[in-house]
């Protein structure tokens, strides 16, 4: 376990549907990411959070609405979705700005995405 | 833009011998460059941090290697096992450490 979880860990949605991704970490971390992993291309950075603000959006479509209420938790609102949107979307936290080697990134198991 | 290449997608090797993982970098001069593990279906793992000002890093059976002038990191791991069968992947990163660019990775097999 990295102390970071993710819910659902499978979902299947229609592309007129509405659903939510959930992460929550427990590692007391305060930056949070969302990354989309479709076969055979590398991890894509989505969105990062720092301390509950959004930071970075990397030029990802408003169909994908990310959510950070608090240091601990993210969600990924998703709506009208297409079929190439289906992957496996993982979440991670670090703590960035701390000295050493703390700029490492935990990640959640992925949530499996398939967009039918 | 920025471009993170990993030599091959994929590395076979016996069990025991060295195996030598390369990522080469363009456009970019990261502060850091990470190394993660991935097995499949589960999210990376952290393995080895190297800043910009360090050589070369070990853990364990683990080295970095970080060389800013060639723009390139190698990251080996001795007398390999089995169980180090997996995808590895590369990310440099910025000075705070929080824009990450993955590699597609380089998926190593250790056949006994």
């Known amino acids: 376990e990295t102390g970071v979880t993710q819910t659902p860990r499978h979902l299947v949605m229609g592309m007129t549907n509405k659903k939510s991704l959930k992460c929550e970490q427990h590692l007391g971390h305060n930056a949070m990411y969302w990354y989309k992993q479709s076969a055979k291309k590398p991890l894509e950075l989505m969105f990062v959070?720092?301390?509950?603000?959004?930071?970075e959006n990397n030029s990802v479509p408003s169909r994908f609405s990310p959510e950070c209420p608090n240091s601990s938790h993210l969600f990924l609102h998703l709506h009208t979705l297409q079929p190439e949107d289906s992957a496996l979307y993982l979440c991670?936290?670090?703590?960035?700005?701390?000295?050493?080697?703390?700029?490492?990134?935990?990640f959640g198991p992925g949530t499996r995405l398939t967009v039918t | 833009s920025q471009k993170i290449e990993q030599n091959s997608e994929a590395l076979n090797i016996q069990e025991g011998k060295t195996a030598t993982l390369t990522c080469n970098y363009t456009?970019?001069?990261?502060?850091?460059l990470q190394w993660y593990r991935q097995d499949p279906g589960r999210g990376p793992v952290f393995l080895l941090l190297?800043?910009?000002?360090?050589k070369e890093k070990r853990k364990e059976r683990l080295k970095v290697t970080f060389d800013t002038t060639l723009k390139q990191s190698l990251f080996h791991i001795t007398a390999s096992q089995p169980a180090d069968s997996a995808t590895y992947l590369c990310a440099p990163s910025n000075q705070a450490g929080t824009a990450l660019i993955f590699g597609k990775g380089t998926t190593l097999s250790v056949s006994s």
């Open positions: 190297i800043r910009e000002n360090e």
């Open positions: 991670a936290s670090s703590q960035p700005g701390a000295s050493g080697s703390s700029y490492e990134q935990y």
């Open positions: 456009n970019y001069s990261p502060a850091y």
């Open positions: 959070y720092n301390f509950k603000e959004q930071t």
